[in-house]
C-alpha cells in the first residue's frame, strides 16, 4: 500500500524556518510526482510546492523564494524546508502523491494518495 507520512510542523514566529519531512512507501521511488499542500481554518485546500523524480520543481506563488523542496531517493523521503514564515502560512500541510503538477499552482489530486497532515503556525 501506498504510505505518506508528513512530519515536522510545529509552532515558529514569524521569520523563522522549518522543514517538513514526506516519507513515502509502498511504491518505486525512483518514479514519483509528490506535492505539498495545505489548508487554512476556513479556506479551501492549496497548492504548495510539487517535485518530480526528473527533478522539475514546481512553487505555488506565495512561497517563491522562501520555500524550498527537495528529496532523498534513499529515504524515499521529500522534504520542504520553509523560511521567513509568516502568520498566513499557518496550516495543516500534507504531503501526496499525485499523478501530475500542471504548473507553478495547480496539482492533480485526482488519484492521489494523501498522508496525515502536519500543524504549522506561525505567531507574528
Known amino acids: 500500500d501506498v504510505q505518506l507520512q508528513a512530519s515536522g510542523g510545529g509552532l515558529v514566529q514569524a521569520g523563522g524556518s522549518l522543514r517538513l519531512s514526506c516519507a513515502a512507501s509502498?511504491?518505486?521511488?525512483?518514479?514519483?510526482?509528490i506535492a505539498w499542500f495545505r489548508q487554512a481554518p476556513g479556506k479551501e485546500r492549496e497548492a504548495v510546492s510539487c517535485?518530480?523524480?526528473?527533478?522539475?520543481?514546481l512553487y505555488a506563488n506565495p512561497v517563491q523564494g522562501r520555500f524550498s523542496i527537495s528529496a532523498d531517493n534513499a529515504k524515499n523521503t521529500v522534504y520542504l524546508q520553509m523560511t521567513n514564515l509568516r502568520p498566513e502560512d499557518t496550516a495543516v500541510y500534507f504531503c501526496?502523491?499525485?499523478?501530475?503538477?500542471?504548473?507553478?499552482?495547480?496539482?492533480?489530486?485526482?488519484?492521489?494518495?494523501w498522508g496525515r497532515g502536519t500543524q504549522v503556525t506561525v505567531s507574528s
Open positions: 517535485i518530480e523524480s526528473d527533478g522539475r520543481k
Open positions: 501526496a502523491s499525485v499523478l501530475l503538477c500542471y504548473n507553478d499552482n495547480n496539482y492533480a489530486t485526482d488519484g492521489a494518495y
Open positions: 509502498g511504491f518505486t521511488f525512483d518514479d514519483y510526482v
